[in-house]
């Protein structure tokens, strides 16, 4: 299997950087929408587009951005009373689990998503199913593929553009072998993509094999304790390193759907396995029913 291995001070500069990028942009969407034709071909934004040629411009409405921004921050009842369920039965601290709380926060899961969801399958487990979920840039699908091949439209080029790409492949290398084989279903796994450290779960180390086969676009549920927003992904990369104080990390899709794309991208989520062997599950957002 295939790890990332960056020098922290290279990462520190880098999602630094980024984190800069993204609150420069988002602030001139908000105030300038429908002008982020112009913006564009400046500043960072300018700077942006050079980097990846081929981009279309396409218009966006500053009605547009303030839609899809507002929907991070608006919430359900059924997304309210999830997470005072979860609050009744989760520690104050993020950390891992013991066996009853894992018991408790599955059902709950299930049955408010309607969903089998598990922390187990197989016997086969992570390291833990609570924990620091960080910000993910997307990754290569195909070969040749590239940054601005991502974005279907302005207002997601707007939106998850900054995130940039990973300058390696994910665990499983690329999602398909060529762009003409690239399908909707290889899109959204890379779209709703996590990493997860497998590398860290019980028995890796002797079922490298098995552990490798077993977690390839394996479905989970994660959902943001504080809000009971849900998204159901696949496990599409191996990491965070111990070191960077994160368990898990998340595309930038999956970031925005948890209401935690802006800020420190950071915040704690539980993350269950979706047992779901006849491939019905949908990925993308989900709401508690």
């Known amino acids: 299997m295939k790890f990332k291995s960056r020098h922290p001070h290279y990462e520190f500069l880098r999602k630094k950087w980024l984190g800069k990028h993204r609150a420069v942009s988002e602030k001139l969407l908000t105030t300038h929408g429908d002008t982020v034709r112009h913006l564009t071909l400046g500043g960072l934004g300018g700077l942006m587009l050079l980097t990846t040629p081929g981009m279309s411009v396409l218009p966006v409405t500053h009605n547009q951005v303030l839609v899809d921004n507002a929907h991070i921050t608006k919430l359900s009842d059924s997304n309210t009373e999830l997470a005072q369920k979860l609050d009744g039965v989760l520690p104050k601290e993020v950390r891992k689990l013991n066996q009853e709380e894992e018991g408790n926060v599955s059902k709950i899961l299930s049955e408010n998503f309607n969903l089998k969801t598990e922390s187990e399958i197989q016997g086969i487990r992570l390291n833990r199913s609570y924990g620091l979920i960080g910000g993910e840039q997307h990754l290569y699908r195909y070969p040749g593929d590239s940054l601005n091949k991502h974005a279907e439209s302005a207002t997601e080029w707007a939106m998850f553009g900054g995130a940039g790409i990973a300058p390696g492949l994910g665990a499983w290398g690329y999602f398909t072998p060529s762009e003409a084989a690239f399908g909707e279903k290889d899109r959204l796994r890379e779209k709703y993509y996590i990493a997860v450290q497998t590398f860290l779960a019980p028995g890796f180390a002797e079922n490298v094999g098995r552990y490798r086969d077993f977690s390839k676009f394996r479905k989970m549920l994660l959902v943001n304790p504080k809000t009971g927003q849900g998204v159901v992904t696949v ?7 111990e ?30 396995f979706i047992d779901d062997p006849e491939d019905i599950v949908q990925l993308g957002p989900i709401g508690p029913k």
């Not at 496990?235 to 390193?241: L, S």
């Not at 925005?256 to 704690?268: T, Y």
């Open 243 to 272: 070191w960077t104080g994160k368990h898990l990390g998340g595309s930038p899709e999956v970031m925005h759907e948890l209401s935690l794309a802006a800020g420190p991208r950071k915040g704690p989520v539980l993350y269950f």
């Open 235 to 241: 496990i599409g990369d191996a990491g965070p390193g």
